[in-house]
């Protein structure tokens, strides 16, 4: 079924991004047909997102009481990426709940005004031991306001 030109997802400009991550492609990331192979996008989401957590000083992978468990991702896919080109990924918070946030990630080639590949993910964050839901941890709910996009 044909999605109306309306409705298809399009390539993002990086002004709708808040917080940039350079990533270098590795050769390993090329598939047969000479691009980054698709399960490879979905590596550098948890790669732009984690990391800037970490260095903002709210996310402990080792120790930290709670966790963000994915439920839901999802790309789409506008210009092939390949080794040996470094990829800047733009992230920004499209929602916040009581315990689960909307990231969205751009992935764009090196210097280009629009993404190669603009995606999501939906985290719940949880207790580490339980897996039960939390409410987002106040230091992580201010950091996440500060990448928050409104449409």
Same mark, same amino acid.
């Given at each position: 079924?044909?999605?109306?030109?309306?409705?298809?997802?399009?390539?993002q400009p990086r002004i709708a991004y808040r917080?940039?991550?350079?990533?270098?492609?590795?050769?390993?990331?090329?598939?047969?047909?000479?691009?980054?192979?698709? @399960?490879? #996008?979905?590596?550098?989401?948890?790669? &732009?997102?984690? !990391? $800037?957590?970490?260095?903002? +000083?709210?996310?402990?992978?080792?120790?930290?009481?709670?966790?963000?468990?994915?439920?839901?991702?999802?790309?789409?896919?506008?210009a092939p990426l390949a080794f040996p080109q470094?990829?800047?990924?733009?992230?920004?918070?499209?929602?916040?709940?009581?315990?689960? @946030?909307? #990231?969205?990630?751009?992935?764009?080639? &090196?210097?280009? !005004? $629009?993404?190669?590949?603009? +995606?999501?993910?939906?985290?719940?964050?949880?207790?580490?031991?339980?897996?039960?839901?939390?409410?987002?941890?106040?230091?992580?709910?201010?950091?996440?306001?500060?990448?928050?996009?409104?449409?």
């Amino acid at each position: 079924m044909d999605t109306p030109a309306s409705t298809r997802p399009a390539p993002q400009p990086r002004i709708a991004y808040r917080a940039f991550r350079s990533i270098s492609t590795r050769w390993m990331d090329n598939d047969v047909y000479g691009h980054v192979n698709n @399960v490879v #996008y979905y590596s550098w989401f948890d790669t &732009a997102v984690n !990391a $800037h957590l970490i260095e903002q +000083g709210v996310l402990d992978i080792h120790a930290g009481e709670t966790i963000g468990l994915v439920i839901e991702t999802q790309c789409n896919y506008f210009a092939p990426l390949a080794f040996p080109q470094m990829v800047e990924a733009g992230i920004r918070v499209a929602r916040i709940g009581s315990s689960s @946030v909307r #990231y969205e990630v751009g992935l764009f080639a &090196a210097g280009e !005004a $629009h993404s190669a590949a603009a +995606g999501h993910f939906v985290h719940v964050y949880v207790d580490r031991e339980t897996r039960r839901p939390v409410p987002v941890p106040a230091t992580l709910r201010g950091v996440l306001e500060s990448l928050l996009v409104t449409r």
